[in-house]
């Protein structure tokens, strides 16, 4: 199957994915070597992804049922839109961020465990420069993400993007989003006849992240 020419770039990313997915389960394997296709690997190239980057979320998928196919796809639609923008379609040749060189789990920013590496590793992966043997939004930065104002993987890449690398914005952010999903929860267990009112209203299942 072609992806270029004859369908959106988001439609050949989905058809992509449905078909690595039961192709993985067709021939299981745990690595990116010989599992794409030519015209899969150049769709891939065009967003500025690279095999191995996506077969991790193929096999997470595949495997264990997160993150979602929605979800994917909007992480892949922030990494390109910066590939296209802000790198004008050229990865470079910058050195990879490996393990090592992510901050350990337990540093934390203002009190918050985790947030200076997941950070870190939502800069590389807009950059492409994570390295091949990480995943951005693994199982810990989705236990992250949720347990501190439940924010959505590709919003987290586009608040490390707006920042730019003032890590004062990033803490503020997660902050912010924290609060509007303690205060969302606090509305729902709200007695009737106290403040929102309990039909009518749409109260937010996902924060919004803001800066100010």
Same mark, same amino acid.
């Given at each position: 199957?072609?992806? %270029?020419?004859?369908?959106?770039?988001?439609?050949?990313?989905?058809?992509?994915?449905?078909?690595?997915?039961? !192709?993985?389960?067709?021939?299981?394997?745990?690595?990116?070597?010989?599992?794409?296709?030519?015209?899969?690997?150049?769709?891939?190239?065009?967003?500025?992804?690279?095999?191995?980057?996506?077969?991790?979320?193929?096999? +997470?998928?595949?495997?264990?049922?997160?993150?979602?196919?929605?979800?994917?796809?909007?992480?892949?639609?922030?990494?390109?839109?910066?590939?296209?923008? *802000? $790198? !004008?379609?050229?990865?470079?040749?910058?050195?990879?961020?490996?393990? *090592?060189?992510?901050?350990?789990? +337990?540093?934390?920013? $203002?009190?918050?465990?985790?947030?200076?590496?997941? /950070?870190?590793?939502?800069?590389?992966?807009?950059?492409?420069?994570?390295?091949?043997?990480?995943?951005?939004?693994?199982?810990?930065? !989705? /236990?992250?993400?949720?347990?501190?104002? %439940? /924010?959505?993987?590709?919003?987290?890449?586009?608040?490390?993007?707006?920042?730019?690398?003032?890590? $004062?914005?990033?803490?503020?952010?997660?902050?912010?989003?924290?609060?509007?999903?303690?205060?969302?929860?606090?509305?729902?267990? !709200?007695?009737?006849?106290?403040?929102?009112?309990?039909?009518?209203?749409? /109260?937010?299942?996902?924060?919004?992240?803001?800066?100010?």
């Amino acid at each position: 199957m072609a992806y %270029n020419g004859y369908m959106e770039w988001n439609d050949g990313f989905m058809s992509l994915l449905r078909n690595a997915v039961a !192709r993985y389960h067709e021939r299981p394997q745990s690595t990116a070597s010989n599992f794409f296709l030519p015209d899969e690997i150049q769709l891939l190239a065009d967003i500025g992804y690279t095999p191995a980057e996506m077969f991790a979320y193929v096999l +997470d998928y595949a495997t264990v049922g997160d993150p979602s196919p929605s979800t994917i796809l909007l992480i892949a639609a922030a990494r390109r839109t910066f590939f296209l923008t *802000a $790198q !004008r379609g050229i990865s470079g040749n910058a050195k990879p961020v490996k393990a *090592a060189d992510l901050p350990s789990p +337990d540093d934390d920013f $203002q009190g918050i465990p985790y947030l200076p590496r997941i /950070i870190r590793k939502a800069e590389a992966k807009l950059h492409g420069t994570l390295d091949t043997g990480l995943m951005y939004y693994d199982e810990q930065d !989705r /236990i992250f993400l949720r347990e501190h104002g %439940n /924010i959505h993987p590709a919003d987290f890449l586009y608040l490390a993007w707006t920042a730019h690398g003032d890590k $004062q914005k990033m803490v503020k952010g997660v902050l912010n989003a924290m609060k509007t999903a303690t205060d969302a929860e606090n509305a729902e267990h !709200r007695p009737a006849g106290h403040g929102a009112q309990q039909t009518g209203e749409n /109260i937010p299942r996902q924060s919004e992240l803001k800066l100010d």
